[in-house]
């Protein structure tokens, strides 16, 4: 399983251009993975991954995840091959449908068949990353045109899938999921099978799985998780993560936090990689002083 940073989902480290930057830098010298990238209402994260990796020589970088309605899918497979390039070949795209009061309600776009709306749109994505000549005409996308973008090399696609149907769309036309509010049980019983029995239907090879996590190394790990449900409690408000919560029977955001002692986050992280997670997105919450630096030595370590 590969250790990755997630920045942008919670409170970290500096924030600015330049503070990511040196937060990619440094999780590199430290020997982390990757690095992950939420894209809210900041920093667009393709544009600064793929600064970051004209910074940096070995570390992964993903987004996680661009929202797909704001962007024409030939504008952002333009984007993503861009960031691969300025990358060489160390990004992945992480691409989702956001929220229904995101897209409509601060957007004012059409939220309707947001299943039809993905499957439309890796449809063009995909073949277009390839290199190859798009002919779509569907019902949200009309697009006849090839990309040519020198270097990109390969960019995995991969999907904000937690529900059935995306998760078989995902498994057919992407290469993997990002999850996010997701714990190890729903992982286990329903995420990874239904990928993985999309991908094989589809004679592809087994998805990647990256999953994003709250964690902190703590003594306390109760007023730990208090304080994360504090800071996180929009995203137990939101549907399809309220959906994943209940799921695994949490009340919330803090509840699905990775908290304790380095023994027990070990062990929990062992989990995770044993039921088929691939790449671990840890969201560092610093719940008290020192717990970042206290978290980020433990993540840096040998896994």
Known sequence: MRMGLMIGASDGPDGSLAGIIRTAQDAEARGFDDLWMANIFGL??????????????????????????????????QQAMTAGAAAQGRFRLGIGLSHKIVIENMLGFSYDKPARHMREYLEV??????????????????????????????????????????????GELADGTVTWMTGPRTLEDHIVPSLNTAA???????????AGFPIVVTNDPNAARERIGKTLAGYGQLPSYRAML??????????????????????????????GVTHFCAAIVPTDDGAYDRTLEFLSGDW
């Open 125 to 170: 994505l995909g073949p277009l990353m390839r290199g190859e000549t798009v002919s779509h005409a569907g019902e949200q996308y009309n697009v006849n045109l090839t990309l040519t973008v020198p270097d990109a090399g390969h960019v995995p696609i991969l999907v904000a899938a937690l529900g059935p149907q995306m998760l078989k769309l995902t």
């Open 246 to 275: 209940d799921r695994e029977g949490l009340a919330g955001p803090g509840d699905i936090a990775l908290a304790g002692d380095e023994n027990t986050l070990r062990s929990s992280l062992q989990r995770l990689k044993d039921l």
């Open 200 to 210: 094989d239907s589809a004679g592809k090879p087994v998805p990647t799985v990256a």
């Open 44 to 77: 667009d994260a393709i544009s600064t991954l793929s600064l970051v990796g004209s910074h940096t020589s070995t570390i992964g970088l993903g987004t996680a995840v661009t929202p797909t309605y704001p962007r024409h899918p030939t504008a952002l497979a």
